[in-house]
């Protein structure tokens, strides 16, 4: 099997059919609507916060709200709904996690997303949730995962998922890796190409983008939507704590597995660090969006559909080449 990742792969520019890059359309439709962009922010508690979804979806950006305070999500569903936005939210596998969705359908409250939100994903717990969703709330557009190979994408998709979610090890703040020898850290990129070749469905790309061009490199090997974390984690709107060291301030970045968001040492597989502060998200959206439109006009095209074709190459010791970004 050929193996690579991000750093790994060069698309391979075509000939310019626009004037302008702004011509360019990075949207796209996931579910039932229309995005500016085919990015989310993770669903982690120190990348997203209910003003910042409200934010986001008020702006015609997709996102997925997290779990992790879950006696909230009811009424997060209904000020969604009662300010006129889309509501997306994630669950887990255990047992209260299935009196949940049956008490949001008691109560008519129906989120357009829910986002089954387990480190690993081609599981029997998975798939007897992905059904017990569809059976009391079928309104709702499940994202399953996470998954790192094609029988897991086929499993969850079969069993009634309308998205399946790929990357099991890549994130910045996994050490999943590390701790058990396992998942797509290294080559999630090529992992990506597998799973989106057996998908039916909507594929989302889940950890591992350092730069604006995985971005492009993503939409290449098959994802309809990217999830990012680290490169969100710096924002003013960012959930995380914000620190300041010698004069330079930072935010907190930490894993959903991470000790810091259990509160106790037990199963950990994720780690905390600091990244620097970069100011409002928003001009981060605009700029990963002109990067985007740029990677469409080399593609040759006009829209997303474009990056899908490109060729690429693999090139040797990284396209770096020992340069820091
Ligand atoms: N994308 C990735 O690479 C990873 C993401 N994460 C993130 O961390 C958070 C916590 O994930 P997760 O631990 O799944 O959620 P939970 O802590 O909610 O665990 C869900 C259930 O699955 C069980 N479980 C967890 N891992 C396994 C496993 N490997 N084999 C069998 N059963 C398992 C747990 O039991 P028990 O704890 O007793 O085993 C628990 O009952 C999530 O937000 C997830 O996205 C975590 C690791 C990797
Ligand atoms: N192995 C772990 N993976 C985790 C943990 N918390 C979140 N995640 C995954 O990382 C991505 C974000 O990746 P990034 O490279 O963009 O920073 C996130 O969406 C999860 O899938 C964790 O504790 N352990």
């Known amino acids: 099997m050929q193996v690579f990742d991000y750093e790994d792969i060069q698309l391979v520019p075509n000939k310019c059919i626009v004037d302008s890059r702004s011509e360019c359309d990075t949207s796209v439709v996931f579910g039932s609507h229309k995005f500016k962009l085919p990015v989310v922010p993770a669903n982690m508690q120190t990348i997203i916060d209910a003003p910042l979804a409200k934010d986001l979806a008020s702006n015609g950006y997709f996102y997925v709200m997290h779990r992790f305070e879950p006696e909230t999500r009811a009424d997060f569903i209904r000020e969604m709904h009662q300010a006129d936005l889309f509501a997306s939210i994630s669950v887990g596998v255990k047992d209260e996690e299935y009196d949940f969705i049956e008490q949001l359908a008691?109560?008519?409250?129906?989120?357009?997303?829910?986002?089954?939100?387990?480190?690993?994903?081609?599981?029997?717990?998975?798939?007897?949730?992905?059904?017990?969703?569809?059976?009391?709330?079928?309104?709702?557009?499940?994202?399953?995962?996470n998954v790192g190979t094609p029988e897991g994408v086929r499993e969850l998709e079969n069993a009634g998922a309308d998205a399946t979610k790929v990357g099991i090890g890549p994130g910045k703040v996994c050490i999943t890796k590390i701790k058990t020898g396992f998942g797509t850290g290294g080559w999630q990129l090529a992992a990506l190409r597998l799973c989106a070749k057996a998908a039916s469905k909507p594929i989302i790309a889940d950890g591992g983008v350092r730069?604006?061009?995985d971005i492009a490199k993503s939409i290449r090997f098959g994802a309809n939507m990217i999830m990012i974390g680290s490169l969100f984690a710096g924002h003013e709107q960012s959930p995380g704590k914000t620190i300041e060291r010698d004069g330079e301030l930072y935010k907190e970045y930490f894993g959903s597995a991470s000790e810091y968001q259990k509160g106790a040492h037990r199963n950990v597989e994720g780690k905390k660090m600091l990244v620097t502060y970069k100011g409002d998200i928003a001009d981060t959206l605009v700029e990963m969006q002109e990067d985007l439109q740029s990677a469409i006009s080399y593609a040759g095209g006009k829209d997303l559909k474009a990056l899908t074709k490109v060729d690429y190459v693999i090139v040797k010791n990284s396209i770096f080449n020992g340069d820091q970004y």
């Open 211 to 213: 730069t604006d061009g």
């Open 106 to 145: 008691d109560a008519n409250l129906q989120p357009e997303y829910i986002t089954i939100d387990i480190a690993h994903g081609h599981s029997q717990r998975v798939i007897d949730m992905i059904q017990h969703i569809k059976q009391h709330l079928p309104e709702s557009f499940v994202i399953a995962g």
